[in-house]
């Protein structure tokens, strides 16, 4: 029996990086899938090799009318939704001496504004069951500061942990959980030069990370089905830190 089996997910952002191992995972364990994203190729070809309970929907998580229509046909194809991850976003680095109020707000759109469109697309297919899991893909960027340009990247995960806990506390009385996600360093394209290589900013925060190391995608995959399944029913409003022990050093 899989952890999984008759739920229905949505999983943004996921034709690559960690939001595709989530993919994988979920399908394994007997989940239905939709996975979105607006790379179109990867996603269509992720959708393929996991087979008929993957779907793909073309999706930029800052388009509500999207939203709407992807919960409409994924209801339509697969039943209410039981699970959504909003795990699409993208990093940015940036004085703010430097920064325009349009890049700011261009963060701020994708990363945050994405994660409320989500919520409020999926909450009224989850109330029709009373069962559901969102879980968020915040960042340990969500719950301390640096002073590496990330103003609006920082701002925009704060928000996110933020939001899920107002939303879980809304939604308690529900069948309904909202968790956050903080991961540290995770191998990624995000933070890759190539396949090997990781950008320079990540290489010399590795020193740093008490484990000596980044984490690979499926290590998040693990806490992340944890959340969305039932092992975790009592978990609502709580964030999850997967970084190595990053966040741990108050000297770090
Ligand atoms: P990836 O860049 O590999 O995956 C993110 C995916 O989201 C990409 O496919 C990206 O497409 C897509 N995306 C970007 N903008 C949009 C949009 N407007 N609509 C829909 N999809 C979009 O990175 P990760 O897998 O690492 O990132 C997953 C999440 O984890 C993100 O929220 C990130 O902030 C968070 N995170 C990542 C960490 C890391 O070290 N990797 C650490 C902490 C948190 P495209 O390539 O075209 O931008």
Redesign the pocket.
Known sequence: MGKLDGKVAII????????ASHAKAFIEEGAKVAI????VE?GQQLAEELGPNASFYE????NFEQWESIVAEVENTFGPINILVN?????YKKSILDMTEEEYRRIID??QV?VFLGMKAVLPSMLKINNGSIVN?????GLLGSKDGSVA?DAS?FAVRGMTKSIALEMAHTGIRVNSV??????????MKDDEKPIES?EKLLPYVPMKR?AS?EEVTKLVLFLASDDSSYSTGSEFVIDGGLTANRYG
């Open positions: 943004t952002g996921a034709a690559r990086g960690q939001g979105t994203d607006i790379l990867e999706h930029d998580v800052r795990n699409a976003g993208i990093g994708i990363n994405s893909i915040s960042s340990i960027a990247y995960k903080h991961p540290g360093i995770i191998f990624t394209p995000m933070v990540i980044g995608p």
